[in-house]
Nanobody, 126 residues
Framework: VQLQASGGGLVQAGGSLRLSCSALGRSFERYNMGWFRQAPGKEREFVAGISRGGGRTDYADSVKGRFTISRDNAKKTVYLQMNTLKPEDTAVYYC????????????????????WGQGTQVTVSS
């Protein structure tokens, strides 16, 4: 599966952005999806993940209550709604995918994903 992330940009602190990740390929509904981010000089970190059916989600503590991950399997797209953005949210955001069985938990580790998008820059000004 090929992934294309979009929706990044420059926003003031307290603002919102919605990232999208569109998939090319078959059987999108069989993939767990995730969002990760990497800030300059820092390691890539997990942000949010969603199970293949959308019924299970997980979030990094730093974004809980502010970010929401969702998916539309008919559109082969996963979204990350980001509200109340903070300067520390500034990073390149990547979407990721990997095949999963229906009962699989949300994948929260980068090593659990085989497919990655190209990244989209999110910059939050103070």
């Amino acid at each position: 599966v090929q992934l294309q992330a979009s929706g990044g940009g420059l926003v003031q602190a307290g603002g919102s952005l919605r990232l999208s990740c569109s998939a090319l390929g078959r059987s999108f509904e069989r993939y767990n999806m995730g969002w990760f981010r990497q800030a300059p000089g820092k390691e890539r970190e997990f942000v949010a993940g969603i199970s293949r059916g959308g019924g299970r989600t997980d979030y990094a503590d730093s974004v809980k209550g502010r970010f929401t991950i969702s998916r539309d399997n008919a559109k082969k797209t996963v979204y990350l709604q980001m509200n109340t953005l903070k300067p520390e949210d500034t990073a390149v955001y990547y979407c990721a995918a990997d095949w999963a069985i229906s009962s699989a938990p949300v994948y929260t580790m980068g090593s659990q994903y085989d497919y990655w998008g190209q990244g989209t820059q999110v910059t939050v000004s103070s």
